[in-house]
Structures are given as structure tokens and as C-alpha cells.
């Protein structure tokens, strides 16, 4: 740890703080999505930090949705211990082994699509299927959510297309008309992408579904969204073995639009903090806009 910089120096020092007992012999740091850092200590525990202090709270309600969940979902779920003190907080656990789906190479998917699929339709059908507190809800409006109005005019300037501005208005009428019944409310995962499911390729399994920060309370088809932008031929497969296991069917028309108005909604989020948008939500736009 001789060249570390100060930024990741601190992180260490917490960790020797919170966690004396652990001797380091071999670390990785990754970031963790667009809020969190994670430290891997001897390829056996995650220690994750919030980058934004607010997000700490995160993980306090990230763990006390994975205690309410884990004694009826069958896929293997993360145990997380939170330590803190008036400053600082972080959360930890034990690693679940497996790489993550985004990983996998395009003739890896193809080996094990059917059969992750079906897992993947089993682990939503029985997330779906707790009976969230009521208190819990979110009705709240996604074009508010995501400044869609906000930065209407700068997404605009930005798309030029004639066609990306008519599919980005178009996604704006989709998601603003959906309508939602009371019984489509359901514990989501709320961030079921590419990287929040490991995968046990050696035995062409699930390996665990991790990331559960952003879980609430909203339409089931939310969950449906971000996979979308990695892999659409995936997402069918869990479409159809979910149908068939709740005995409802899913908005494919809807979950496109969201994911492509969530890609619009962060451009122009960069474009009004003066920043460039960043390419990855340019490359999942032209991956939806593929979707036929």
C-alpha cells in the first residue's frame, strides 16, 4: 500500500478503525456504480464507502430491506454488517463468488441465457411477491424524478436527430400515460442490471443478486428496465418464465421507454451541471434504439 493515493489512504485507515482484526494481504478497489467505492480485502470481504456521505443512509436501508427479504428468496443474497460512527459509515460482507453477467462474453451468455433466465424469473416472481408496507409506496412522477421538464430543451439541442427527438418525446408519452393498478406495487430490487447478478459460470448458475440500495416500493415492470440496455434477448427470456409464474404480463413498450428516458434523463443532467454526458449512456441509448 506504499503508492496509494491519499483519497483511497483514508479508506484504509477507516478500515483498520472499524475492522482491527483484519489483516490485509491482497486488496482491489473498484467503484461500485456512481455513489459508492469498494474495497475487496484478500478476495473474501467487500468493504464499501459512500462517495456521497448522504448515501450512506443507503446502505442502512439496503440492509434492512435484505433482512426483511432473505428468508423468502432462494437466490443468495449478501449479509451486510454496518459499521459507523459520526462521521463515517460503511458496509460489509462477505463476498458471494461468481463474476458478474456483464463479464461474460457474447458466447458465455448464449450458454447460459435459458437457464439464468428462468433463476432470474424466479428470484423477481419471489421478490414480487412479499407483501411490501404500505408506507413504502412510490407514485412518485418519473419525468419529476429524472428533470426531464427541467432539462427538456437542453436534451432537445443535444439529440438534433430528427428520429432521436421524436423517440425521446415518444418515450415521454409512454411513460407519462402508463397506468398502474394497486396490485402492480411490489418490493422491486429497483437496479436489476448487468452487475448486480453474479454468475457461478462453472456451473452455468445464479451466483447471488447483490446492490439492493435503491430498492422500494413502485410498478413491477421497473424491474425489468435496466437490463435492457445489455441484453434484450435475456430480458425476454425472464419476461416469459415470469409471466408464466405471476400470471402477469409485463410492459415490454414501457420498459424501454424508461430505460431510454432514465440515458436522456442523465444526458441532460450533465449537460446542465455544464458537463459532458458520458458515453456510456450514449452507447445504451443506441443499443435501445436497436430494439426492434
Not at 443474497?77 to 458471494?96: A, F, G, Q, R
Not at 407483501?131 to 428533470?147: A, F, G, M, T
Amino acid at each position: 500500500m506504499n503508492n496509494i493515493s491519499k483519497e483511497y489512504l483514508e479508506k484504509f485507515i477507516l478500515i483498520n478503525k472499524f475492522l482491527p482484526e483484519i489483516n490485509i494481504n491482497n486488496y482491489k478497489i473498484i467503484k461500485s456504480g456512481f455513489a459508492s467505492l469498494a474495497i475487496i480485502i484478500n478476495n473474501e470481504i467487500v468493504i464499501r464507502f459512500a462517495i456521497n456521505k448522504n448515501f450512506g443512509n443507503n446502505y442502512l436501508k439496503e440492509k434492512q430491506i435484505i433482512d426483511k427479504i432473505r428468508p423468502f428468496i432462494t437466490a443468495k443474497l449478501p449479509n451486510l454488517i454496518i459499521y459507523h460512527d459520526k462521521e463515517n459509515l460503511i458496509s460489509v460482507h462477505k463476498i458471494i463468488n461468481g463474476i458478474q453477467y456483464t463479464e461474460l462474453n457474447d458466447v458465455q451468455r448464449d450458454l447460459i441465457r435459458d437457464s439464468l433466465a428462468k433463476e432470474l424469473a424466479n428470484f423477481l416472481y419471489e421478490l414480487h411477491s412479499i407483501k411490501p408496507d404500505n408506507s413504502e409506496y412510490n407514485k412518485r412522477s418519473i419525468i419529476e424524478d429524472y428533470q426531464i421538464n427541467k432539462n427538456y430543451d437542453l436534451i432537445l439541442n443535444y439529440l438534433k436527430d430528427k428520429y432521436r427527438i421524436k423517440d425521446f418525446e415518444k418515450s415521454i408519452d409512454i411513460v407519462k400515460n402508463f397506468k398502474s393498478l394497486e396490485n402492480d406495487y411490489v418490493i422491486c430490487h429497483n437496479d436489476f442490471n448487468e452487475n448486480n447478478i453474479l454468475i457461478d459460470f462453472e456451473n452455468k448458475r445464479l451466483a447471488g443478486i447483490i446492490d439492493f440500495g435503491e430498492s422500494l416500493t413502485c410498478n413491477f415492470n421497473n424491474d425489468f428496465t435496466a437490463l435492457t440496455k445489455c441484453d434484450f434477448d435475456l430480458v425476454k427470456k425472464i419476461i416469459d418464465n415470469y409471466e408464466k409464474l405471476a400470471k402477469r404480463l409485463v410492459n415490454i413498450s414501457y420498459i424501454i421507454s424508461l430505460q431510454k428516458l432514465k440515458s436522456y434523463a442523465n444526458i441532460g443532467i450533465a449537460l446542465a451541471n455544464n458537463s459532458i454526458p458520458g458515453h456510456c449512456f450514449v452507447r445504451w441509448l443506441n443499443r435501445l434504439y436497436a430494439i426492434r
